[in-house]
């Protein structure tokens, strides 16, 4: 178990975030950017599809497509670049927290 937390610890985690930008904002999560993360969760994700249905009838369907995958390609490069804050909440990783220094 030891080998495989190690072996966790060296991944990088700005791929990890692109990848869980497959469902968008999820990613943000994964770096601890709880608001952008459940903004886009919420707010982007539904933003996203009211302009697709709109825009599907103007575009003879070709925007279910495109607007779509340049949503996804967008958010996954913005949870590739977002800074990691991973580690700087204490209340998050209580098992790291020290009550008290010896």
Do not use: Q
């Not at 790291?96 to 010896?102: D, G, L």
């Amino acid at each position: 178990m030891k080998e495989l937390y190690e072996a966790w610890k060296s991944v990088d985690r700005n791929k990890i975030a692109a990848l869980l930008s497959v469902i968008p904002g999820l990613g943000h999560l994964y770096k601890h950017h709880y608001l952008s993360g459940i903004g886009i969760m919420v707010a982007g994700n539904a933003l996203m599809i009211f302009i697709t249905c709109l825009l599907a009838f103007a575009t003879v369907g070709a925007a279910l497509v495109v607007i779509p995958a340049l949503w996804v390609a967008g958010i996954t490069y913005s949870a590739y670049m977002a800074s990691d804050k991973h580690g700087m909440h204490t209340w998050l990783h209580v098992w790291e927290y020290r009550w008290h220094k010896t």
